[in-house]
């Protein structure tokens, strides 16, 4: 084992084993042909730090970590600093890039991005390819492995221990978490190298902080986008959608954010407008903005082979289009038919595609949402681009689509997060993605793509959403309601529930589906749904601080029970009920027809969120749950900002106070975060961060409130206290 400058290098039979570290607790492993480290891609952000080496008999002992290295097959063991085994190679193999390792005494396996299994994924395979999933499967199901992003990071965790390996690898991988063999985890890559960073955490909430060091952590959103959105594909003309802003405004319903889909385009070509359907388009927008509405619209990658269409001419003339192995352009089908499909890989072409945004962004629009970019292509059988389709990146490197692929969708969103941030400077961009890597949490929102109205894609979109936020992803939320097929208002009723304590909360259906607005259904469905879409406004400022912390830590708002009580068996398990922040746990009714569920909660002390009633933990109980109720739980100990809200004028809500509700029976902190939720002068410290702490006491608990910084206006704050039975 030698040192260099890069780190360490090792020389087995035929490969080069390279160690690097990028933190105390990350170490990466690079295998290559020759003394060269490979490239990495475009998801890692962290760099390559001292680690205050040293060597005892034949482990090099470095971080956090001792590392024992076997010399010839370059297989690897890792301990921690005590000489805890964390992980050990069974097999690697350098020249078809993937790994065989020991299952040791992990219960669990999370993470891998939006996938379609319970929580804990031992026992489950599963391949990262990105897909227009609805291209080869009638509907999402369990079987379909390839969904809409490839994120190739995974946790295994048990009580003793936690730790997560990302494999940094942009080809088409494969994940074995002991379903062929019990005791064995295996990877692997269609091409490329095989190079991981093996990260170790005391949790697996540290572990998923180190994976933020390595990918990014999300940007702050504006806090208008963890509001209430409305789409459908599509609303069809400028009158359509007013009807619906209007609606939501008569229905007294909140609401943020309205879509347009791809049919405001003038015959699906992006960066147009069809300006018979959408006459006056600049006003029509204006006036859903002096409504309270932003509106987002639809651009996708595939841009429609025309003569003499603008976009299209200007991508050919400068070569910005990916190609066949000859240099041709290469033409697949989508939405406008004919397409050939941006190379976002080169700067330039990301710098060109920015500034189409320029236009649109001019008559008002607020927000992009980008589809379709895994990239979907209907005329081949793989629903993308061939294999050998070629991009170009910069300094004239040359990639095949096979390695591309997996980066496309997150080098769109990066075209268009950047060209937001130079276009509307003012404002924080938002983009909504449906294909992702790992590291394009730093770009955009996600939604998990085209669902369907049916009762099991709303139970699985939980556990899909906590293995997304364990992956990097927070703020992510799946189509509420479901996308394909029609919903029906007890569907919507408890899909509406669960969105509102989702940090991305849109309510979204395709075309020929039943219309699915709030006021589709009956009278009571409305109540309900409106009930709890203002309860979701009376959690905005909370939801906000933990998107904050999303930015600052990587930790995720939502979070599966084990994130906070990894001592606890049942928590790795858990698939149907979740925790925003660390005080909240939200129990979601996930079957029709069901009055009664069953609910876990952790030790300690709990209050039910609706009769204050005062609960022990480290049990379970059955609770009520008729269909206007949503089970919510708090832990003692809990400080809660509640945003209060005056209905009465049709707007949105301005908000009136906060008030700081503080569950008692323990001792409690809470940092609260505030700023204008919109522009970037946070960064100029245009903030105010308040600290406040309870102090729990059987007779009188008490609040305490410490100002940190006074940057921006503090409104006027309440405190209430929630005693426990006695107090
Ligand atoms: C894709 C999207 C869906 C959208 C539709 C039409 O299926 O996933 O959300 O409505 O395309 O643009």
Same mark, same amino acid.
């Given at each position: ?10 020389? /087995? ?32 952000v ?19 970590f ?13 301990f ?7 992980n ?24 891998? /991005? ?47 221990f ?23 985890? !295996? ?21 998923? !902080? ?27 003309s ?47 927008i ?5 409504m309270g ?5 639809i651009?996708?990658? /595939? ?41 976002? @890989? ?13 236009? @649109? ?40 689509h ?17 060209? @937001?941030?130079? @276009? ?8 909504l ?24 894609h ?54 020929g ?11 009571e ?24 912390? !999303? ?66 933990g480290?049990r ?16 003692? /100990? ?42 970037f002068?946070y ?29 921006f ?15």
């Amino acid at each position: 084992m030698k040192k260099n400058d890069t780190g360490f290098i090792i020389e /087995g039979k035929g490969a080069y084993l390279h160690i690097i570290f990028y933190g105390e607790n990350i170490v990466r492993f690079a295998y290559s042909k020759d003394k060269n480290v490979p490239s990495s891609t475009v998801a890692v952000v962290g760099k390559p730090v001292e680690a205050g080496e040293s060597f005892k008999s034949n482990r090099l002992l470095a971080g956090n970590f001792q590392i024992e290295v076997e010399r010839e097959k370059l297989t690897v063991k890792v301990f921690d600093r005590s000489g805890r085994l964390l992980n050990e190679d069974l097999k690697v193999n350098a020249k078809k890039p993937g790994v065989e390792k020991k299952r040791l005494s992990e219960t669990g396996f999370y993470g891998n /991005g939006e996938k379609y299994t319970w929580l804990n994924q031992l026992g489950y395979s599963t391949v990262n390819y990105n897909s227009d999933v609805l291209h080869h499967n009638p509907i999402h199901h369990p079987q379909v492995q390839e969904m809409h992003t490839a994120i190739p990071f995974y946790i295994g965790a048990s009580p003793d221990f936690a730790y997560g390996i990302y494999f940094d690898n942009s080809y088409r991988t494969e994940f074995d978490f002991a379903k062929s063999d019990s005791n064995v985890i !295996s990877f692997q890559a269609a091409g490329g190298y095989l190079d991981y960073y093996f990260m170790h955490g005391s949790t697996v909430a540290d572990v998923v !902080s180190a994976y933020g060091l390595l990918t990014g952590t999300p940007p702050l959103p504006r806090k208008k986008y963890l509001g209430f959105h409305q789409s459908r594909y599509s609303y069809q003309s400028g009158e359509e959608l007013l009807t619906v802003a209007d609606q939501l405004r008569r229905h007294d319903i909140p609401c943020d954010v309205l879509y347009l889909d791809i049919d405001y385009t003038e015959a699906y070509k992006v960066f147009t407008v069809d300006n018979e359907r959408f006459k006056g388009f600049k006003k029509m927008i204006g006036n859903l903005k002096e409504m309270g509405f932003a509106v987002v619209v639809i651009i996708n990658p /595939g841009v429609k082979v025309e003569e003499g269409y603008r976009v299209y001419e200007e991508g050919k003339e400068n070569n910005y289009f990916v190609t066949t192995p000859s240099g041709e352009i290469y033409q697949g089908e989508v939405w406008p038919k004919p397409a050939a499909f941006p190379d976002f @890989l080169r700067s330039e072409v990301r710098h060109w595609w920015g500034e189409l945004h320029r236009e @649109l962004l001019a008559c008002g629009v607020d927000g992009i949402w980008n589809d379709m970019n895994e990239p979907a292509n209907f005329t081949e059988k793989s629903g993308t681009l061939p294999d050998e389709a070629v991009h170009l990146g910069d300094n004239g490197i040359v990639f095949s689509h096979a390695e591309a692929h997996n980066i496309y969708g997150l080098m769109q969103a990066r075209a268009t997060r950047e060209a @937001l941030e130079q @276009l509307q400077p003012e404002k924080r961009p938002f983009v909504l993605t449906r294909a992702a890597f790992a590291g394009s949490q730093r770009y955009a929102a996600l939604w998990t793509g085209d669902n369907s109205s049916v009762w099991e894609h709303l139970e699985c979109s939980i556990p899909m959403i906590l293995n997304l936020g364990l992956s990097g992803y927070s703020f992510v939320g799946a189509d509420v309601g479901g996308y394909r097929g029609d919903c029906s208002g007890e569907l919507l009723v408890r899909w509406t529930q669960l969105g509102a304590f989702i940090p991305y909360f849109r309510n979204h259906s395709e075309i020929g589906t039943a219309r699915q607005e709030p006021w589709e259904f009956s009278n009571e469905v409305l109540d309900i749904v409106r009930k709890y879409i203002r309860l979701r406004y009376n959690f905005l400022t909370y939801i906000y601080n933990l998107m904050r912390e !999303s930015t600052l830590t990587g930790a995720p708002a939502v979070r599966p029970l084990l994130y906070h009580y990894d001592d606890e068996p049942d928590a790795y398990h858990i698939s149907d009920q979740f925790l925003l922040g660390e005080g909240l746990m939200v129990c979601p009714v996930t079957r029709p027809g069901i009055t009664h569920r069953q609910v876990y909660l952790p030790r300690g002390q709990w209050f039910d969120y609706w009769t204050g009633e005062n609960l022990n933990g480290n049990r379970y109980l059955t609770v009520e749950s008729p269909l206007g109720k949503l089970p919510l739980f708090i832990r003692a /100990g809990t400080i809660l900002p509640i945003d209060d809200h005056i209905y009465s004028d049709h707007n949105r809500g301005a908000q009136t106070a906060l008030t700081m509700h503080c569950y008692a029976g323990k001792d409690g902190l809470y940092r609260l975060y505030l700023d204008d939720g919109t522009s970037f002068n946070y960064r100029q410290e245009q903030y105010s961060e308040l600290e406040i702490i309870l102090k729990d006491d059987p007779v009188q608990p008490a609040v305490k409130t410490n100002i940190i910084k006074d940057n921006f206006p503090i409104p006027e704050i309440k405190y209430i206290i929630h005693h426990r039975p006695g107090q």
